[in-house]
């Protein structure tokens, strides 16, 4: 919005919520799981951008330019510790077998499309946090203060030159391909030019093997993207445990609901069990 006070221009202003623990839907325990949230203050000779590693973490809230968000009550730099250290300290075969169990790789090739796209270079360690849900998912991205992007830096000056978006974080997966990164992005790329500008209501896949749910805004509206691991895998990583979907179209006055149950294979039990019910509306109101 353009915001103007006292019949003064100051200028133009994005609203947007704050990021928090409450965006994320976190519960009151969620830290009892191993739910966490960090913020990235500054840039602190590489340690939020992953080039550095690592001082002992204190019993406080800040660590080497990161601040502890959610909990709010007690420190917990143990898990960010384990993703800064094995980005920084490990060879090529241990990062590459590793690193899908601490990061979400198919939200890292989305975020490095979105910042070189924006040319968002302020947006590759510091004005970023980083969340997981509990302690057996991924970490994932949520950028904030995309001021220093489309062609400007942070203080409104244009920029230079074009130059690529990254991190050590990203450097790495592009070098050793860790999780098929490079074809994450590449095929990223390639499916959304159709799918943006023709139109769709709903995509399946299942080329990365892991469970996920995104978006993507279309001409004929947001379609979902619905990700499954396969029934037969036997991943250590939740997200790539054994999975089939079962989805279910129902016509209604408005439109086309689809309800996707999901059903996860449970080692105790031997069998699939049921895991998560999603319910989502299709974009266009008829088939």
């Known amino acids: 919005m353009e915001l103007f006070i006292n019949d003064s221009y100051e200028g133009v202003y994005n609203l947007m919520e704050k990021l928090d623990e409450h965006i994320l839907q976190f519960n009151k325990y969620q830290y009892e799981t191993g739910g966490v949230m960090y913020k990235a203050m500054g840039y602190g000779e590489g ?25 709010a ?4 730099w143990e ?9 920084v300290h490990s060879d090529d075969e241990e990062f590459g077998s590793q690193i899908g169990e601490v990061a979400d790789i198919e939200m890292l090739a989305d975020y490095y499309l979105y910042i070189n796209l924006l040319m968002a ?6 004005n970023t946090f980083l969340a997981r849900f509990n302690s057996s998912s991924p970490f994932f991205i949520l950028p904030w203060d995309v001021e220093a992007s489309l062609g400007k830096l942070w203080d409104g000056q244009d920029a230079v030159e074009h130059i690529m978006a990254t991190n050590n974080l990203f450097n790495r997966l592009i ?10 992005v590449e095929e990223t790329t390639e499916m959304l030019q159709p799918l943006v500008g023709e139109g769709v209501e709903l995509v399946l896949h299942g080329h990365a093997h892991r469970a996920s749910l995104g978006h993507v805004d279309t001409v004929v509206g947001e379609a979902p993207i619905f990700g499954v691991t396969s029934a037969s895998a036997l991943g250590r990583a939740r997200k790539r445990q054994a999975r089939y979907h079962i989805y279910r179209l129902e016509k209604k006055p408005h439109g086309w609901e689809m309800a996707v149950s999901v059903r996860c294979y449970s080692p105790p039990s031997e069998s699939f069990v049921e895991d998560t019910e999603t319910n989502v509306v299709l974009s266009r109101p008829t088939a």
């Open 79 to 87: 898990p960010l510790e384990t993703m800064r250290y094995l980005v």
């Open 47 to 71: 340690s939020t951008s992953f080039y550095s590693c690592c001082a002992p973490f204190p019993e406080g809230f800040l660590w080497e330019s990161w601040e502890q968000i959610y909990p």
């Open 121 to 126: 270079l302020d947006n590759i360690g510091k």
């Open 73 to 76: 009550h007690e420190a917990m």
């Open 175 to 184: 070098e050793t391909n860790a999780e098929d990164f490079n074809e994450l």
